[in-house]
């Protein structure tokens, strides 16, 4: 059974960082990718950013780039999203999923949603 755990959000201050997780079981690890997603309350489900598990590419919605970033320990089976310089936009309920193909636009498999709250 393919489970994603996502952890790590929590309440930051503008300007902030954090480091959310998302592990992964269930599946070979390096057969997948990995994707971030966010939802605001109230609005759709977006694509923040995903990286391969096999060779590390990585996709990002380009708004974000430079802020946030994907990584991965394949030994841990687990994928991060280092976020810097919190805006109180970025405020949303995380999201990550596994497909067998990068995409910022859905996936096969979702985890538990992680909270972010970045207060002004």
């Known amino acids: 059974e393919v489970q994603l755990q996502a952890s790590g959000g929590g309440l930051v201050q503008t300007g902030g960082s954090l480091r959310l997780s998302c592990t992964a079981s269930?599946?070979?690890?390096?057969?997948?990718?990995i994707g971030w997603f966010r939802q605001p309350q109230g609005k759709e489900r977006d694509g923040v950013a995903c990286i391969y598990g096999n060779d590390g590419g990585t996709f990002y919605e380009d708004s974000l780039k430079g802020r946030f970033t994907i990584s991965k320990d394949n030994s841990k089976n687990t994928v991060y999203l280092q976020m810097n310089s919190l805006k109180p936009e970025d405020t949303a309920v995380y999201y990550c999923g596994a497909m067998t193909y990068c995409s910022l636009y859905d996936m096969d498999y979702w985890g538990n949603g992680t909270l972010v709250t970045v207060s002004r």
């Open positions: 269930g599946f070979s690890f390096d057969d997948y990718a």
